[in-house]
């Protein structure tokens, strides 16, 4: 909307009043940037519905969308946050090895297909979701399912 | 045939201060970014994804994989502001 | 194989015959000299001033006789044509690769979207709460913004000392 952002800022503004009490309560996602990039597909494929959801509920309101939506709001943080927690209880290994490879290589997808790979199938084994991307061309091997990796520092055989 | 040392010292002496200088690079921007590989080519969702970073662990670099954000941090969030100037 | 007839200044034509051409055979001149046996001076006497040398002028040289090097044209334009080929080909493909690899990430953007957003509309609208309650207790009872619309602040108030 019509907003304009500081520059040149130097100060910041931090309001501590917590959210009155009509309006329930949720627990925000600890996940920081790179272990959220290395579950988002497994989110996006849990929690589709809920993130659908919310975003139409938001296009819908008109503009009003930051009040009215906070139940689907809600929903989409508590579905994010079960699969985080799930993936943390099964798949804790992997997991780590995979964002901890994303966050040391500039969070390029392509420079972590090994840990990537034994990440997707221990989620797929444990909890049933699969990394699928949506739009590739048909009859292609998906990006992430190939052996060789063009842009990555070591483009020979992934796994 | 052979060449007198004194034509390699300079040599020596570049091959010294670029290796030098290189290193002093690698251990500060490892120091810089806790001991690991610096990002780069950032975008705005990576800096903005950075700053909700440095909300949740303290720090920039900082990762953390708990599904549950530490107490404070939804009252955290700090909105940049700057002087009115007119 | 060789007869002119030179017009020198407009006084006089001067006819000179190269009767022997001899062809040297050694392998070190990449020259053919071409030898030319003087004609007989029969100079009218008119000729005083601007006259050819006696016997005529050596022949120019401007051929270079040099082997041609390397291989034919055409394989230097076939083998440019086959380089540049290979190189598009590569390039073709590390472009898809690279459109691949962008829509994954932009895809996984897409899906942590509707959490970061959720996020940060909780903060907003617990802000507004905050705003609406602060203003009350002021007693000030005035929207801001005539819309119906959420919106957010462009101007906040801020403490006066900062505490941290």
């Known amino acids: 909307m019509a907003q304009r952002d500081a520059r040149f800022n130097q100060h910041v503004l931090v309001d501590t009043t917590p959210m009155p009490d009509h309006i329930p309560k949720v627990e925000e996602i600890g996940a920081t940037s790179a272990p959220l990039f290395s579950a988002a597909y497994f989110i996006g494929d849990r929690c589709k519905a809920f993130n659908d959801d919310y975003m139409k509920c938001k296009e819908e309101a008109n503009g009003r969308g930051e009040i009215e939506c906070l139940k689907e709001g809600r929903k989409v943080t508590r579905c994010a946050a079960s699969v985080i927690k799930d993936i943390n209880t099964h798949c804790l290994k992997q997991f780590k090895e995979h964002w901890e490879c994303l966050e040391n290589n500039n969070h390029y997808l392509f420079e972590c297909r090994k840990p990537e790979q034994a990440l997707n199938s221990c989620v797929f084994d444990k909890l049933g979701l699969k990394k699928t991307i949506p739009g590739a061309p048909e009859g292609e091997v998906p990006v992430h399912l190939r052996p060789k990796q063009k842009y990555a520092q070591f483009p020979g055989r992934q796994y | ?86 | 194989m060789f007869n002119q007839k030179e017009r020198v200044g407009s006084l006089i034509t001067v006819p000179t015959h190269v009767t022997t051409v001899t062809r040297s055979t050694s392998p070190f001149l990449d020259f053919e000299p071409i030898a030319l046996t003087p004609n007989p001076p029969t100079l009218p006497p008119s000729c005083l001033r601007i006259c050819p040398q006696r016997g005529g002028y050596a022949q120019v040289q401007y051929k270079r006789n040099l082997p041609a090097r390397g291989f034919k044209p055409w394989v230097y334009m076939v083998g440019m044509h086959a380089i540049m080929a290979y190189g598009f080909y590569k390039y073709f493909h590390g472009v898809r690769e690279q459109r691949e690899l962008s829509r994954e990430k932009m895809w996984s953007r897409l899906y942590l979207t509707p959490l970061l957003q959720a996020e940060e509309d909780r903060d907003q609208v617990r802000r507004y709460y905050a705003d609406q309650a602060r203003a009350k207790a002021l007693g000030i009872e005035d929207k801001v913004y005539n819309s119906e619309r959420f919106i957010r602040p462009t101007f906040a108030i801020t403490p006066s000392n900062v505490t941290q």
């Open chain 2, 1 to 86: 045939m052979g060449v007198p040392f004194e034509a390699l010292l300079p040599y020596g002496i570049v091959i010294t201060m670029f290796g030098v200088t290189g290193a002093g690079l690698y251990v500060s921007k490892r120091f810089l970014n806790e001991g690991k590989k610096p990002r780069w080519n950032s975008d705005l969702w990576d800096r903005q994804m950075m700053e909700r970073d440095l909300r949740i662990t303290g720090t920039l670099r900082g990762q953390s994989s708990n599904h549950i954000a530490p107490k404070g941090f939804e009252l955290s969030n700090p909105w940049k502001i700057e002087k009115r100037i007119y």
